[in-house]
């Protein structure tokens, strides 16, 4: 097959000829009217009123082809197209897995360490303020049961034995009973030597035995020395049995230790025993 652009140079061939043709028919015919036009002829020949044309002459030959014309300027890009329906959608794909690829379940792991103490969270809002209460039933308080025995310038010398023996009712018998001594006491040692005393309670007639006794004492082996110190000890002491309960505060030799020294008991001030049932 001819090629398009050799096909569009034949065409423009003949019609090159046949451009040419009519031209030259056009130019025959101009001719021809020229030389017949009406009047009187030289030398005396009549006016011929009726010319008639002669036979179209033999068309030449073709004429070489032309150059090719200028390229022509591009045309408006066209109006973009409506955008075409989604399609259908595809079949689904087949799993990935199979039940039949996975493996046994594995043991359990070791347990991971704790893990850091997490942040304090932030505070909650105040609670709703709760329902009143009732009332408390009034409170009625035993009363309660204390003694205090004192003395102005007891001024003891007693090396040994009881000093001050007091009464105190008690009152039931599953109660405590706590004893209290408050006075100046003082041990002079012997010349040369040491001397040591133990001031101590009993009740009815024996120390305590539970918990332990209720004692203080003094140990001196400075020669001369005659300071009178105050002096403030105390305790408790259970399976004491209700009613009148007697008490004494009595002096006598530390355990292991002699009579050496010069004791004294509330010289020139208060002293005071004290005593409650709890």
Same mark, same amino acid.
């Given at each position: 097959?001819?090629?398009?652009?050799?096909?569009?140079?034949?065409?423009?061939?003949?019609?090159?000829?046949?451009?040419?043709?009519?031209?030259?028919?056009?130019?025959?015919?101009?001719?021809?009217?020229?030389?017949?036009?009406?009047?009187?002829?030289?030398?005396?020949?009549?006016? =011929?009123?009726?010319?008639?044309?002669?036979?179209?002459?033999?068309?030449?030959?073709?004429?070489?082809?032309?150059?090719?014309?200028?390229?022509?300027?591009?045309?408006?890009?066209?109006?973009?197209?409506?955008?075409?329906?989604?399609?259908?959608?595809?079949?689904?794909? *087949?799993?990935?897995?199979?039940?039949?690829?996975?493996?046994?379940?594995?043991?359990?792991?070791?347990?991971?360490?704790?893990?850091?103490?997490?942040?304090?969270?932030?505070?909650?809002?105040?609670?709703?303020?709760?329902?009143?209460?009732?009332?408390?039933?009034?409170?009625?308080?035993?009363?309660?049961?204390?003694?205090?025995?004192?003395?102005?310038?007891?001024?003891?010398?007693?090396?040994?034995?009881?000093?001050?023996?007091?009464?105190?009712?008690?009152?039931q018998n599953a109660t405590l009973l706590r004893t209290a001594w408050d006075g100046n006491l003082r %041990?002079?040692?012997?010349?040369?030597?040491?001397? =040591?005393?133990?001031?101590?309670?009993?009740i009815n007639g024996a120390e305590c035995k539970n918990p332990a006794p209720i004692d203080a004492q003094?140990? *001196?082996?400075?020669?001369?020395?005659?300071?009178?110190?105050?002096?403030?000890? *105390?305790? %408790? =002491?259970?399976?004491?049995?209700?009613?009148?309960?007697?008490?004494?505060?009595?002096?006598?030799? =530390?355990?292991?230790?002699?009579?050496?020294?010069?004791?004294?008991?509330?010289?020139?001030?208060?002293?005071?025993?004290?005593?409650?049932?709890?």
């Open positions: 097959m001819k090629a398009h652009g050799e096909i569009d140079s034949q065409n423009l061939h003949r019609s090159n000829m046949k451009q040419r043709q009519s031209e030259v028919i056009l130019i025959l015919a101009l001719v021809v009217a020229v030389t017949s036009a009406p009047g009187d002829l030289e030398g005396g020949q009549q006016q =011929c009123n009726n010319c008639c044309t002669g036979q179209p002459g033999i068309p030449g030959p073709s004429g070489a082809a032309g150059g090719p014309g200028p390229t022509g300027a591009a045309g408006t890009p066209g109006t973009p197209g409506i955008p075409g329906q989604h399609g259908q959608p595809g079949a689904k794909g *087949e799993s990935g897995k199979t039940p039949s690829t996975f493996g046994l379940k594995g043991a359990v792991g070791p347990q991971g360490p704790p893990g850091e103490k997490g942040k304090d969270g932030v505070r909650g809002l105040p609670g709703a303020m709760g329902v009143k209460g009732e009332a408390a039933e009034k409170c009625v308080c035993p009363k309660r049961n204390l003694k205090e025995f004192a003395w102005v310038n007891i001024n003891s010398p007693q090396e040994s034995g009881i000093i001050k023996a007091v009464v105190f009712a008690k009152q %041990l002079v040692p012997a010349s040369g030597s040491y001397g =040591c005393r133990r001031w101590y309670f009993t003094i140990h *001196e082996n400075t020669s001369g020395d005659n300071s009178h110190r105050p002096a403030h000890f *105390e305790g %408790l =002491c259970s399976g004491i049995p209700a009613g009148a309960t007697n008490i004494t505060f009595t002096i006598g030799p =530390c355990k292991g230790y002699d009579m050496r020294g010069d004791a004294a008991t509330g010289w020139s001030s208060t002293s005071r025993i004290i005593v409650e049932e709890i």
